[in-house]
């Protein structure tokens, strides 16, 4: 499994997410106002914006919020504007990372990012560095006890998915960007309850590491996505189950 899957496992063991719903809340406004400033406030007619949405009141935003962001997006109302900025470096063991950013300055979050690199093991890399080891895709998790690989395999291939994965919990769906929101909604009208569902950049290639780099890279995971300008983070680690699960214990 890729390292962002099991990053993203491992976080919802943890229940990171809930231990720092206010830092998600942010994240999620940020991508709601990027989302209509760029292709305006109606997600009907915005496919980038009605994802966002879902994804926000998914983790129960309250749709207050979620108006008022809209609303700085499209300029009805005042608020900060954020430029969408992607760094890239190397974590431990030689791992390609790709953090991405929204920011009202640039020059805080560039130092934050370099910093975070320095003290967990990494370091910044150039543009174009590791970008090429990535590519985009949709992905889709439903929890494994609520359909069967038969059911779900023909029912997402038919809405165009090209790939159904699994691991010990969950079915991973994916699909191009662009075939995302027709599978998802295939899922949704067969009234499958959907796990997570957004938008990732998959790595090409993977990077097996020991132990003692995995504890480093999961610590530099976590420190990125820890910071307030970071809407996500993508890196090409593979670690093996049993150390992964040794460190999720730990």
Request: proline share 3%; net charge negative; glycine share 8%.
């Amino acid at each position: 499994m890729s390292g962002h899957s099991k990053w993203h496992n491992i976080r919802l063991r943890k229940g990171a997410q809930d231990a720092r719903r206010g830092n998600l809340f942010t994240k999620l406004a940020k991508e709601i106002i990027m989302a209509a400033r760029a292709g305006g406030g109606n997600p009907d007619n915005n496919l980038r914006l009605r994802l966002a949405v879902q994804r926000a009141r998914e983790n129960s935003m309250p749709n207050d919020n979620i108006k008022r962001s809209i609303q700085r997006g499209t300029g009805e109302i005042e608020g900060a504007m954020y430029d969408e900025v992607t760094y890239e470096g190397y974590g431990p063991g030689g791992s390609a990372v790709l953090v991405e950013c929204a920011t009202d300055n640039k020059n805080r979050t560039v130092a934050n990012i370099r910093n975070i690199f320095t003290k967990n093991g990494g370091r910044m890399g150039e543009s174009g560095s590791v970008a090429y080891r990535f590519h985009p895709v949709g992905l889709i998790t439903v929890d494994r006890t609520a359909v069967t690989e038969d059911e779900l395999f023909a029912l997402v291939t038919e809405a165009g998915a090209e790939d159904l994965r699994s691991d010990e919990t969950h079915w991973e769906v994916v699909t191009q960007p662009e075939d995302f929101g027709a599978v998802r909604q295939a899922i949704e009208e067969a009234n499958i309850p959907i796990a997570t569902a957004e938008n990732v950049m998959e790595p090409a290639d993977t990077v097996q590491l020991d132990a003692k780099d995995g504890a480093l890279m999961l610590r530099l995971m976590e420190r990125l996505e820890d910071d307030e300008d970071v809407q996500h983070v993508y890196a090409n680690y593979d670690i093996p189950d049993e150390v992964l699960e040794g460190l999720a214990n730990s």
